[in-house]
């Protein structure tokens, strides 16, 4: 089983930056695809970002793109989200995911709120 814990919410102001981490523990992270997903007011959970384990592969939703940064280190197993040039319609919970094979786990999420 894996746990993940994520941290760093919080309030900012529009054009303001948060960092996200989450930190997984249980097994080792190495093996599983890890990304960050959000749920905004009123919609469904949707993809933020995500870095693949073998390859290293990054891939960006594109309303984020250019704005957030996804990183990982297997060694300290965690995963962070660097957010810059915030807006209010980034307000969401934030949630940390990993999947390998037909196993997936996620955090309980953090709040960001981006006051106008």
């Known amino acids: 089983q894996l746990r993940l814990v994520e941290s760093g919410g919080g309030l900012v102001e529009s054009g303001g930056s948060l960092k996200l981490s989450c930190v997984a523990s249980?097994?080792?992270?190495?093996?599983?695809?890890v990304s960050w997903y959000r749920q905004r007011p009123g919609t469904e959970r949707e993809f933020v970002a995500s870095?693949?384990?073998?390859?290293?592969?990054?891939r960006y939703a594109e309303s984020v793109k250019g704005r957030f940064t996804i990183s990982r280190s297997n060694l300290k197993a965690t995963i962070d989200l660097q957010m810059n040039d915030l807006r209010p319609n980034d307000t969401a919970v934030y949630y940390c995911?990993?999947?390998?094979?037909?196993?997936?786990?996620w955090g309980r999420g953090t709040q960001v709120t981006v006051s106008s």
């Open positions: 995911y990993a999947r390998r094979d037909t196993s997936e786990y």
């Open positions: 870095v693949w384990s073998v390859t290293g592969y990054i």
């Open positions: 249980g097994r080792g992270l190495s093996p599983y695809d």
